[in-house]
């Protein structure tokens, strides 16, 4: 089953906008990593934020976190057509951290120049 | 550093046939865990793997098996293929004890069933 559930399901943007991507859970947990995926390959590690963060930068990349409402949201600035890809973000399945992790459907994020 | 690397890349199957993925997990990592991913979906959880046994399993059937070797690589077995089986089967490797860190994916093995 789907843990999280990310919300656009698809985002067109042009190069230099913003792009922000939601994603909310159902279950308690200890962190939240957001995933890229492009065209079909295996996926790569954006970020990870801890239950106790709010708030998380790396490069062009903010995380949110809000485990009140069970949602987290990724901000990805002045956007290159090289961010074309699918996001994913997952949560781990019961609640410990290092097991399995659960991912929503992801957004699919299409950035032309 | 090599990171996870996953053979085949690519595999037709008939259906009712057996087939077997194998992983080798980035260097250093103890955990490697196997997911499905339909067109068009998010990775499905199928089990994961610590010290050579199953420590997680997700929603799948028995028909889907694996192992963990002592040098920590993962063998995926699907019995009995179904049309339904085709997907691309990720492999993902982890440190048991690395709490905040991601995990890494290999680049995958697009299984056809035809």
């Known amino acids: 089953s789907q843990q999280g559930e990310e919300d656009p399901q698809a985002l067109s943007i042009q190069e230099g906008e913003n792009a922000t991507m939601n994603c909310s859970y159902k279950t308690s947990i200890n962190n939240l990593q957001w995933y890229r995926q492009n065209s079909g390959r295996g996926l790569v590690h954006l970020i990870l934020?801890?239950?106790?963060?709010r708030e998380k930068h790396s490069g062009r990349l903010r995380v949110t976190l809000d485990t009140s409402k069970k949602s987290s949201s990724l901000l990805i600035t002045a956007s290159r057509a090289a961010d074309t890809a699918s996001y994913f973000c997952a949560t781990d399945a019961f609640g410990q951290a290092g097991t399995a992790l659960i991912f929503g459907k992801g957004t699919t994020l299409s950035v032309s120049s | 550093d090599a990171g996870v690397t996953q053979s085949p890349t690519h595999l037709i199957k008939t259906r009712g046939q057996q087939v077997t993925l194998r992983c080798s997990p980035k260097s250093g990592h103890d955990t490697v865990s196997w997911y499905q991913q339909a067109l068009g979906q998010g990775p499905q959880f199928i089990f994961q793997y610590y010290e050579e046994e199953e420590r997680q399993r997700g929603n799948f059937p028995d028909r889907f098996s694996g192992h963990q070797f002592p040098n920590y690589s993962s063998e995926l077995n699907v019995n009995a293929l179904l049309l339904g089986d085709s997907a691309l089967y990720l492999c993902?490797?982890?440190?048991?004890?690395?709490?905040?860190?991601?995990?890494?994916f290999g680049s995958g093995t697009r299984l056809t069933v035809v």
């Open positions: 993902a490797s982890s440190l048991s004890w690395g709490l905040d860190y991601g995990y890494t």
């Open positions: 934020i801890r239950s106790n963060e």
